[in-house]
Each structure stands twice: as C-alpha cells, then as structure tokens.
C-alpha cells in the first residue's frame, strides 16, 4: 500500500488542481506539526498558510533527494522557528536572556543540518546521499526479516544517540557487550550494501570516517542523516494500523518506540492528524484560507 503522491512536473508547471490536491492531503498533518509547538490558533493557520505558500514558490528549486512530504515539512519547520523568533523578540525585547517555549534553539539547531550537509562539500552531500540510501534499504531489510529488536537498538544508538548502557537496559539484552555485537554486525552489513552500491569505492572512505569512532572529525553526521533523511519512518498507513490496534507485535512496538521513544517529529504530527478526534471538518477554516492564497499567488504567477 502506498501512499498518494503528487505530480512533480504538474506542481512545477503550477498546476491549480494538482496544488489544491497538496493541500488537501498535507493540510491536517502541518497543522498537527505546528500545534505541538504553537498555542496560537490563528498564528498556527498563518504559519501553515505560508509553509505551502514557500512550497509553491520554492518548488523549482525542489531536490529530489527528499521526498515531497520531507520538502514540504522542512518549510513548516522553518516557518515555525521564524514565527517563535518573531514572538521570543516581542515579549522579551531586545535584550531577552529567558528561554521559555518549545526549545527554539534545539529546533534550529537541528534544521540547519540538512543544508550544513549540503554546505560542507559535494564529496561529503554524495557521501550522505549514499549513507541515507543505504540505512533505507538496511531498515527495510530488517524489517523485512522481522527482527525489530535489532532495528531498535540500531536506530536508538545511531538516531537517538543513546549510550550502550541504556539501551542495554532498555531492550533487555544481555549486557554491553551484546549492543556493541549488534552495532558491530549492523555496521559490516551497511558498509557491504554501501560497497554495492559504490562499487569504486570513491565515497566509502567518507562514510567510514562517520561510521567509525575515534577516526577525527567525521563530515558526515550519522545520526543527523538518519533523521533529517527520516531513514526509519514508517510510511503513514503502518501509522494508522498502529492507531487502530491491528499490527503484530513486532512492528507495533517498533512504531510506538519510534514515534515516543525517539520522538520523531515527523510520525508524530502524522500520528496526531490521523487520531484527530474532531475529523477533518476542524480544518476546513484553515484549508480554505491556505487554498484562497495558494490560488491568489498562482493566478498572479500563470496570468502574466
Ligand atoms: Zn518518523
């Protein structure tokens, strides 16, 4: 089951219909995005109404790497820091040295590693690309033979930055030293599906820098690339099923771990969308007025 994606090349040549049918489908699950973190209803429309209004007009630049739901997140991200920048300067002047709200700054920070990636060099980008293509098919496997014990473990040490003793504890295993086996097997197995795929081995001395401990400053930040790459997202139908109560154990424990314990921003607010209580009426205010600018700026683009 896979889930509706839009017509790149339709959004591109801006297309009305096929932009009304974004944001019919991504509405609910910004809004659940930007309600974690904003408390202002009418500040939340504004902010979600300018996230699609940046994806219109930043759609020619779109980078394929990402998907089109990562794109459209990561503008909603954005939005939000400058909406809580604007709202921390206002309340506390100028010289404001008190830090209330959702953590600005760890928000910010964590936004700028994409773009810090892109930034660094076109060796280390390509390294990451291949680093996210290959913890993508690394977790699929993994999940396709079932052992979800071993992708949580993996993905607490690697996203979560979690420390061996913890996740020893966490998981129930034998001792320190079975999560350094599992680390050690999950490693050789990423660095054999990363030598497929880079058959010259031009990007491999990249990634063993970020993969290794103790090898100087890696370009590549693991953890980073996992999560902005969202490696392990599990797409929204397993989301829904999780909701419903209808999974195997195996990988509704791995959704709730996830989504709780590793606290991805980005299954959450689809998990929060899909449990809305009120249904999807809630968001027809705020669906019309994100439509009504969409429209506006896209018949002011196609009219000339
Ligand atoms: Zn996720």
Request: charged letters at 30%.
């Amino acid at each position: 089951m896979s889930e509706w994606t839009p017509d790149l090349a339709r959004l591109q040549a801006l297309d009305d219909a096929e932009w009304l049918a974004v944001e019919r489908a991504f509405c609910g699950r910004l809004a659940a995005y930007v309600a974690r973190r904003i408390p202002d209803r009418s500040a939340r429309e504004d902010v979600v109404q300018e996230a699609f209004l940046g994806a219109v007009r930043g759609i020619p630049e779109f980078d394929p790497v990402y998907t089109f739901e990562q794109y459209l997140f990561g503008i909603a991200k954005n939005r939000t820091i400058d909406w809580l920048r604007r709202q921390k300067a206002m309340t506390l002047g100028p010289r404001g040295e008190d830090d209330e709200g959702p953590g600005i700054e760890t928000l910010a920070a964590e936004s700028e590693t994409p773009s810090a990636i892109v930034r660094r060099s076109d060796l280390a980008r390509a390294g990451g690309e291949l680093l996210l293509g290959v913890l993508k098919s690394w977790v699929q496997e993994t999940w396709g033979e079932g052992e979800f014990k071993r992708l949580m473990v993996v993905e607490a040490l690697f996203a979560g930055g979690w420390r061996n003793r913890d996740t020893w504890k966490r998981f129930d295993l034998r001792d320190e030293t079975s999560v350094a086996g599992i680390k050690f097997r999950a490693l050789k197995r990423i660095r054999d599906l990363a030598r497929e795929r880079d058959p010259d081995g031009v990007l491999l001395h990249e990634l063993a820098n970020a993969l290794e401990e103790g090898r100087g400053a890696p370009r590549i930040d693991v953890g980073a690339v996992w999560r902005e790459g969202r490696a392990s997202c599990p797409g929204r139908h397993w989301l829904a099923r999780s909701l419903a109560g209808t999974l195997d154990s195996g990988p509704a424990e791995y959704v709730r771990f996830h989504v709780e314990e590793i606290g991805c921003e980005w299954c959450q607010a689809n998990r929060d969308d899909l449990a809305r209580a009120d249904g999807h009426a809630a968001l027809a205010p705020m669906l019309e007025k994100v439509e009504a600018s969409t429209v506006n700026y896209l018949r002011s683009r196609t009219a000339r």
